[in-house]
Nanobody
Framework: QVQLVESGGGLVQAGGSLRLSCAAS????????MGWYRQFPGKQRELVAR???????NYADAVKGRFTISRGNAKNTVYLQMNSLKPEDTAAYYC????????????WGQGTQVTVSS
């Protein structure tokens, strides 16, 4: 049973930084893609950043230059360094792990709240 455990959310003032961590357990495979999504109240979940197993990152325009995604040395870990946070970054952040074989299978963490005060 694959489980993704996130940590690092919290309350921070505008301009501050937070680092989110996610560790996946229960898989003998290295996930092809790991990433972070966020969800605003009443909205659909949206991509924040993702990184492939070869280390290639992809960012949403809203976070480019402020957020950095990286994969850890431990298998199936991923981090999101968030700098210059803005109130509009306030959302629930979810870790995602994707395994691609014939189809793509997605796994999700339980979510961690990030709140940025003005």
């Amino acid at each position: 049973q694959v489980q993704l455990v996130e940590s690092g959310g919290g309350l921070v003032q505008a301009g501050g930084s937070l680092r989110l961590s996610c560790a996946a357990s229960g898989s003998i495979f290295t996930f092809n893609v790991m990433g972070w999504y966020r969800q605003f109240p009443g909205k659909q979940r949206e991509l924040v950043a993702r990184i492939s197993s070869d280390g290639s990152p992809n960012y949403a325009d809203a976070v480019k230059g402020r957020f950095t995604i990286s994969r850890g040395n431990a298998k199936n870990t991923v981090y999101l360094q968030m700098n210059s946070l803005k109130p509009e970054d306030t959302a629930a952040y979810y870790c995602n792990a994707r395994r691609i074989t014939l189809n793509a299978v997605d796994y999700w963490g339980q979510g961690t709240q990030v709140t940025v005060s003005s």
